[in-house]
């Protein structure tokens, strides 16, 4: 054996660092640019985390504001009285409905009881007319 174990990967070296260097050549760019692609993406991911920890955090705020709880309670008071009104207002309705139809049925009997009126009248004119008249003041002295 004429070399040493440490003669022959000495001589691989100088391949080893230009196959080494061809491939950094290659692949460096794209690398590199793609870790500043992901140092971007990941800073933005950092502000997106941060803006939405700040809104959860406002949220939360307005979610327990007493303004807002006093708010919901009106709501429910108001609707509450709402539901009343209208309820109210049915059965003002209804009454009212049941007083039109008594006024129209009162009316009604009303002039029936006038065509009545009128036809007894009428019927007393002509008994009268058929009668005669009756004895006059200058007949009877």
């Known amino acids: 054996m004429s070399g040493t174990p440490r003669e022959e990967q000495n001589c691989y070296i100088p391949a080893v660092n230009n196959l080494s260097e061809g491939l950094l050549k290659i692949y460096e760019p794209s690398l590199t640019n793609l870790q500043i692609q992901l140092a971007e993406m990941q800073s933005k ?19 327990y504001s007493t303004e807002i709880q006093d708010t919901f309670k009106k ?58 008249p009756g004895p006059s003041s200058s007949e009877s002295s």
């Open 45 to 63: 991911q950092n502000k997106l985390t941060s803006q939405i920890h700040e809104e959860n955090i406002s949220l939360a705020k307005v979610q």
């Open 75 to 132: 709501m429910s008071l108001y609707h509450n009285k709402l539901l009343g009104i209208k309820r109210d207002m049915k059965q003002i309705h209804e009454r009212s409905m049941k007083l039109k139809k008594r006024a129209i049925k009162i009316q009604q009997f009303r002039e029936k009881e006038m065509l009545a009126k009128e036809k007894i009248e009428q019927e007393l004119k002509r008994e009268q007319e058929l009668i005669g």
